[in-house]
């Protein structure tokens, strides 16, 4: 399993600086939610334990369906922040159809076998926006701590 790489944090639009950043390439990996999910506890390892639970669930989600979704080989990454006032999860991939993504998910029947996840997202996120870029589209969810403040 690759180890991430923590690079210094870059400027953002969000409220103070980041106590942790980390960038992490998952194309191609063999166990990408796996991956996901450590990167995103290693940088949250002072926070409390429910509330981590929460932001790994919904990692694991949009990595699963940035795979599920996107062509083979095409590039998926992950951008964790810490910040004092909580935590932001981005995953970046190559598809172009951010339509694809409803802001509202509805409710899926009893016989649906997917259609669950994003229903997860919105419940666990404190808010959640999926935008385009250069590439494709960037999925972010951002994690207001229950406390206010992590330090």
Known sequence: ?????TTPARATCLRG???AHVDVDLTNLERPQEVARRVVADILTEADESWV???ILVVDELVGNAYRHVEAGKPIE???D???WGAVAQVTDSGMDITAIPRQPEQPTLEAEGGRGLILVDALASSWFVRPNETGKCVTALFHHPSGILR
């Open 53 to 55: 639970e929460g932001i």
């Open 82 to 84: 810490l910040y004092e």
């Open 78 to 80: 992950l951008t964790a």
């Open 1 to 5: 399993m690759p180890t991430p790489a």
């Open 17 to 19: 600086e980041p106590l």
